[in-house]
């Protein structure tokens, strides 16, 4: 759960208002989006162009997974950073570590598992070489 | 923009929480997403199954227009009731008119204007026979 | 995780085209919506109704935890059912139990946590006694 | 429908996976998202927080009619240009024109038109004179 010497990015998202709820506050499925993007950012720092991976490789990486705590809520139009490193990734599951902060105060913490799939019949596969390079240590 | 004695449908959503924004009321783009359940209903109604359409036809109906206009908000929880019927259907383009009521209450007014494209290219085409006797009067 | 004896209820719903993304599947996030849907419902089965719970008694069930493993991907257009039943409910926490089938098909299995506040301000509070008795056994 | 001498803004946005669908491209609802944020940093950009603006005026400024029409799809990753304009300020309404470009090409054309209501009642009042000042010419 800690980064310790792992790579790490911080992507930054403004929330919007579509992006709440009538509780006055962003609603519990909008951080999927968040992480989604902070997921492609972070294969992009790493020399994955997501897009091609998907369109060269034939291949996709699906969410199997996802495990979030919310211990506070983000409202609209703040600035929210999302902290993303890789916790686990072995030939089947490549498993994204993610805080999500503003400022000083840490407002989630999740685990999105992801796996590899052929596609477009979605038949599970191992990891691609160049997916365990740019996510291992 | 009157049914007038045009076939129409009526599509049942209840509001969901996640529907609202923080001003307490249904977000403007979540019509979208209603009329949209609807259109696909309308099309069930009048012997098109929209999913065998896309695959079988090799065709898709993309939205290429869209006009709306909000009257009355609707709230959490709420039972809608979403009228469509065809306003205007020629070889290019294919017009749904809809009503998004809240009992008497008339909520949304929209026409939401779709094209054919051939698939996956992404071309336009004429309507197929089919859609146009099951969405003519 | 086995319903066992609790209560449960099966809410259906039909996967829209925006409910896809471009792997032809339902994108992870949507299961939010469908499972808060079902929550709602299964309040009022069991004699709450969500949106009168919020406005009299000052108070809200914010989604605390979320764990979800994705098995099998649904697609446009299908039926798909979510059975919900309380996992575990204590006065500090309420958790649904929630698998999405697609008839015998198991597509999702997932614990939503949620917490009670008092609003506006958010403050944690205990479970009131009528959301123990509507969802103890 | 041209911005002429008035002040515009360029807002960047990246298409995200969950905003595209199993037609391969960006769903129609999802441009609401985007011009929406648009709109957010083009009334930063001319003096208004649209956040204080809400919570200090006690007022709102809801859509209340779209029209949008599509001419190109956009595509998962792609970066795309919000321009924003407005179009027509009056005491009664607010129009913002926006055009979505990849580069050079033009994808889509809407104009969102919003009203301002006094919160929480959401009745219609005049466009308060910071709103005026801030989208007039």
Same mark, same amino acid.
């Given at each position: ?35 989604? +993007? ?14 091609? /991976? ?19 809520? +983000?409202? /609209? ?10 916790? =686990? =990734? ?5 498993? /994204? ?41």
């Amino acid at each position: 759960m800690s980064p310790g010497e792992k790579k790490t990015t911080r992507y930054r998202v403004r929330v919007g208002y579509v992006d709440t709820d009538q509780a006055g506050v962003v609603h519990h499925s909008t951080y999927l989006r968040y992480l989604e +993007a902070a997921r492609v950012e972070y294969l992009r720092t790493h020399g994955i162009d997501y897009k091609k /991976f998907e369109i060269e490789g034939r291949s996709a990486l699906p969410v199997v997974e996802v495990a979030m705590r919310y211990k506070l809520p +983000a409202r /609209f139009d703040e600035e929210l950073e999302i902290e993303t490193w890789v916790g =686990v =990734v072995t030939r089947a599951r490549l498993r /994204f570590d993610c805080r999500v902060w503003r400022g000083t105060e840490l407002l989630t913490e999740s685990e999105i598992t992801l796996a590899c799939v052929r596609m477009p019949e979605g038949a599970l596969q191992s990891m691609p070489p160049e997916i365990l390079r740019a996510c291992g240590e």
